[in-house]
């Protein structure tokens, strides 16, 4: 059975990203998916990186232990899913503070001589389901970041055969039944994935 790691960052449960995270880990276990489901809230998972992280960032053989769960979570899994709303044209600080702490050195990525060798091989497929306030015209003038962080860096350093970037723009102005039409977009994403 494929496995997915949804990683899942919004603080409030009853919030439209819990919501969307409810239909993607529906969808995918209904699809055969075998799910993990990490919410980084209720996990409280801490994206600080501290000093000794810094200073062991690149010591393979020690630096991935004070997140050695995590590690193993990615590396059991196929497929990442994103889940979470555009905070500052990024990502909310939980999730930005998981990238930075568990796609270490030895795990996303190896330096041999100076050169980079990505190394995260079992990850096939990635998506990211995400909202934003802002319309598309708005979020395109601030370059959209969240949108070239996942479809430039993650297909460029993760390098899995299929990248899905599933958004929602203008939350400010959604109504009930565009909530429910983008819901059905995601559920039919993850019934394609
Ligand atoms: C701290 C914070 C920062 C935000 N920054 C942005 C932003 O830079 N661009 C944007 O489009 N929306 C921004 N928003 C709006 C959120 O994207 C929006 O509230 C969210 O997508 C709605 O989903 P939710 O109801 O599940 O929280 C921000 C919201 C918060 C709370």
């Known amino acids: 059975m494929p496995r997915a790691l949804v990683i899942y960052a919004h603080p409030v449960p009853e919030s439209f990203n819990a919501a969307i995270h409810g239909t993607v880990t529906a969808t995918l276990r209904a699809q055969g998916w075998e799910v993990d489901d990490c919410d980084l809230y209720a996990e409280k998972f801490d994206p600080v990186l501290s000093m000794e992280e810094r200073r062991n960032y690149h010591d393979t053989s020690i630096n991935t ?36 702490r ?8 190896t330096i041999e001589d100076g050169k980079l060798n990505m190394c995260l091989d079992n990850i ?15 979020a395109f003038l601030a370059g959209d970041p969240p949108r070239k962080l996942i479809k430039r860096v993650v297909l460029g350093s993760i390098r899995p055969a299929k990248v899905r970037y599933i958004a929602q723009y203008d939350m400010n102005n959604i109504t009930p039944d565009g909530r429910d039409v983008f819901l059905s977009r995601v559920r039919k994403e993850m019934e394609a994935f």
């Open 65 to 100: 232990a004070p997140v050695q769960g995590y590690v193993d979570r990615v590396r059991a899994a196929d497929a990442l899913v994103f889940c979470f709303p555009v905070w500052n044209f990024g990502f909310p600080a939980i999730l930005k503070g998981w990238f930075d």
């Open 102 to 109: 568990v796609l270490l050195p030895g795990v996303l990525f």
């Open 124 to 138: 096939r497929k990635v998506a990211a389901v995400t909202t934003y306030g802002a319309t598309p015209m708005r």
